[in-house]
């Protein structure tokens, strides 16, 4: 059966030391997952009930990529964030066997309108607007876990124009990987081409034009792009 028009093609990131691309299914992102974090938000920190959203797959932009100044906003915040990058996946994954559907690890950015955030949070109502905004999630190249395995800590860092903004070890998250894949299982079916944003440490703050940032997860992912 044709389409009436010419589907778009899948969001796809890049993966180290391949030629082979990411075809992105869906991206997942927990909220509050670092305790300085939430605290720097005002929000408290409930085991018993994590916070999840999504973005569009095409939100997705690739290293070194030019990232417009989002409409609407007048308050663009940064959230470095470990992605984890699943080939496979299913529902009801136990926290034993999370780690056999994950691909591979990356670094991104939750980019963020913190000012319609602000306002969504006050009158309870969703993040779609303030989260899951065309370029709203820049993403490194993918390192797979055959080459790099699990990691279980690594710094975790931003700099903005040369100065450090954000820097934890991912071993503070308060949700571990395999949490959250068992955690997001029990929501949604998972599959493979999913990504998980795994929440950002305390030192959120704002991007203006002209702004250069650099993130990094260890040795093992690497990120840059301008504000335009
Ligand atoms: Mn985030």
Redesign the pocket.
């Known amino acids: 059966m044709p389409y009436v028009f010419a589907p778009a093609a899948p969001a796809s990131a890049a993966i180290g030391g391949s030629q082979a691309r990411f075809a992105v299914h869906r991206i997942y992102?927990i909220?509050r997952n670092y305790a300085e974090h939430a605290a720097e938000m005002g929000a408290s920190v409930d085991r018993g009930n994590p916070v999840f959203f999504c973005k569009p797959a095409d939100a997705i932009v690739a290293d070194g990529a030019d990232i417009p100044y989002p409409p609407a906003t007048q308050e663009l915040h940064h959230?470095v964030?470990m992605v984890v990058a699943l080939h496979s996946g299913g529902a009801d994954i136990s926290e034993q066997r999370a780690l056999e559907h994950v691909f591979g690890y990356g670094v991104g950015l939750?980019l963020t309108r913190r000012d319609l955030q602000a306002v969504a949070k006050a009158k309870g109502m969703p993040w779609d607007s303030a989260k899951a905004f065309d370029h709203a999630a820049p993403l490194s190249a993918i390192r797979a876990a055959v080459e790099i395995g699990h990691p279980q800590s690594a710094a975790l860092t931003l700099e903005v124009n040369g100065q450090m903004r954000q820097s934890t070890d991912i071993a503070q998250m308060i949700f571990s990987v395999p949490e959250i894949i068992a955690l997001l299982s029990r929501l949604f079916e998972l599959k493979a081409g999913d990504l998980i944003?795994t929440?950002?440490p305390a030192g959120v703050g704002p991007l203006v034009r002209g702004d250069r940032f650099h993130a990094r997860l260890g040795d093992i992912a690497e990120l840059r792009g301008c504000i335009v």
Do not use: Q, R
């Open positions: 992102c909220g959230e964030e939750d944003f929440g950002t």
